[in-house]
């Protein structure tokens, strides 16, 4: 099912209540522009622990310059605990806030994840070519954190990367199509 006949803040309106609602998308509401998207799949993994706290992660996407273009998700319990997302907070986690609603939901237990990003900013824009990298970010009480990148270019054509796990986070592939 493709929404690209409807305006962008529609296509976001729809996209916001998705996301919302738990639902993973597939590329189904991409932004109307040529940009490459990536699919981003990664792991939860299983840790042996007395004190298992299932961890915050946050999912997003910078320019160049280091600064925050889009979040992707942040799965979190309680929002006073979001800085221990110490990147993310720092890039972008202070300066949305308000605005996360659409984008964030509870914390998940162990498995593998599949989140996509459309090659658009915070507002819906298209963002210009030029070198972005991806990052994830992982915390846990009672844990440690991991924080994990890939960089990579638009356009760039199809590319696959494999990002090694760490302790928080399992391996993670991205697919540029």
């Given at each position: 099912m493709m929404f690209s006949v409807l305006s962008p803040s529609v296509n976001k309106l729809i996209a916001t209540a998705l996301l919302a609602s738990g639902l993973v998308l597939s590329g189904a509401l991409q932004a109307s522009s040529d940009q490459k998207a990536?699919?981003?799949?990664?792991?939860?993994?299983?840790?042996?622990?007395?004190?298992?706290?299932?961890?915050?992660?946050?999912?997003?996407?910078?320019?160049?310059?280091?600064?925050?273009?889009?979040?992707?998700?942040?799965?979190h319990e309680d929002k006073k605990w979001l800085k221990d997302l110490r990147r993310w907070w720092r890039k972008s986690g202070r300066y949305q806030e308000e605005d996360l609603d659409g984008i964030s939901g509870a914390t998940r237990a162990p498995g593998t994840f599949t989140l996509n990003w459309d090659g658009t900013d915070m507002s819906g824009q298209a963002v210009s070519p030029g070198k972005y990298t991806l990052r994830l970010e992982a915390s846990r009480e009672h844990g440690s954190r991991t924080q994990l990148k890939q960089g990579f270019t638009l356009p760039d054509g199809q590319q696959t990367y494999r990002i090694k796990a760490g302790k928080e986070l399992g391996p993670v592939v991205v697919q540029q199509y």
């Open positions: 990536l699919n981003i799949e990664f792991t939860l993994p299983e840790i042996a622990s007395g004190q298992y706290q299932r961890p915050y992660v946050a999912v997003w996407i910078e320019n160049e310059k280091g600064k925050a273009v889009k979040t992707l998700a942040v799965w």
